[in-house]
Structure formats: C-alpha cells, structure tokens
C-alpha cells in the first residue's frame, strides 16, 4: 500500500439533494482524509476541459451541461491506495449497478446524474488535483 491523493467531485445532484455532509462522512468513514475543499460553480469551458477525455463520445454535450447545472464540491482525499478506495467508495458508474452502501447506490439516481466523480489513475488524480487546487491549497 501507498499514501496517495485522489481528485473528488460532489456532481450538482448531489449538492441540490443536500448531501455533501453524509458523502464526505462515506470517504473519511472509509479511511480517506480531506486534505482539500471548496465549493465551486464550473464554467462550460472548465468542465469541457476537465472531461476533455470524453469529448467524442456522445453524451459528452448532457455530461457538460450537468456538471454546470449548479455547483459541485471539488475535494483532495488523502491515504493508503486513495484512488482505489475512493472508487470502491463511490461504486459503478450507473447507480443501479453500484454495490449496496456505495455513494452511488445510496444518493445517485442514473447514470448521468451520479453524485460523484473520482480520478482513476494515478495519472488522473495528478492531472485533475492540479485542474483545481493550488498546492498551498493541500493541508495534509
Ligand atoms: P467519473 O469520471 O465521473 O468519475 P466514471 O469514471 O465512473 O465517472 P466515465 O466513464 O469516466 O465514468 O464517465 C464520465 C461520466 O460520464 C460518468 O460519471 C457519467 O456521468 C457520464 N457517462 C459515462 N457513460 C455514460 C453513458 N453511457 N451515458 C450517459 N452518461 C455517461
Ligand atoms: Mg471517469
């Protein structure tokens, strides 16, 4: 095991259900600490930016203008193998796959609108925590 950071996304769903408390209870309940936070509205440019990734596939258009239908609550979790957990945490993709107890089972309704974002690679978690933070931002 290794001390990693990984990127995380409260989606605008989430926000707009009120449960950034009970998600960030899942992540440290799940040994991950929050070294990072703040609230944020993203921009059309930011977000096609930071889901550049998928800007071919065709639901990148309603992907974009979910993610700035309202804000979002971007966060660095810090711990042992940080990026694995953190996607064991939030659960599949679409919801209705997600194990029970996972993020995405719990507040999630479809596989548009899925409550969370986590980095999925140790590539990713650098590119994305850098998309957003500032490293005098990181207090571990
Ligand atoms: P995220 O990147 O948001 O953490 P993920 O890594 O589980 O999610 P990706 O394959 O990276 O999934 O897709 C990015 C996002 O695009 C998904 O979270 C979802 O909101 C949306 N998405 C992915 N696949 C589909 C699909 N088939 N139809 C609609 N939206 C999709
Ligand atoms: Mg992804």
Redesign the pocket.
Same mark, same amino acid.
């Given at each position: 095991m290794s001390i990693e950071k990984t990127l995380s996304?409260i989606?605008p769903d989430a926000v707009r259900k009120n449960v950034i408390g009970q998600i960030l209870t899942k992540f440290e309940g799940g040994g991950l600490k929050v070294v990072a936070v703040k609230m944020k509205q993203l921009t059309q440019t930011e977000a096609e930016a930071f889901?550049a990734? *998928?800007k071919e596939? @065709?639901?990148f258009g309603?992907?974009v203008r979910?993610m700035i239908s309202g804000p979002v609550v971007v966060s660095v979790l810090m711990g042992d193998d940080a990026i694995l957990k953190n996607r064991q945490l939030?659960g599949?993709?679409d919801p209705k796959k997600a194990e029970a107890g996972t993020i995405r089972a719990d507040f999630a309704e479809s596989?548009?609108?899925?409550a969370? *974002? @986590?980095s999925?690679s140790q590539v990713a978690a650098t590119r994305e925590i850098a998309f957003f933070f500032d490293t005098t931002e990181i207090i571990p």
């Open positions: 996304i989606k889901y990734e *998928h596939r @065709g639901f309603d992907l979910f939030m599949a993709t596989i548009d609108e899925n969370v *974002h @986590g999925d």
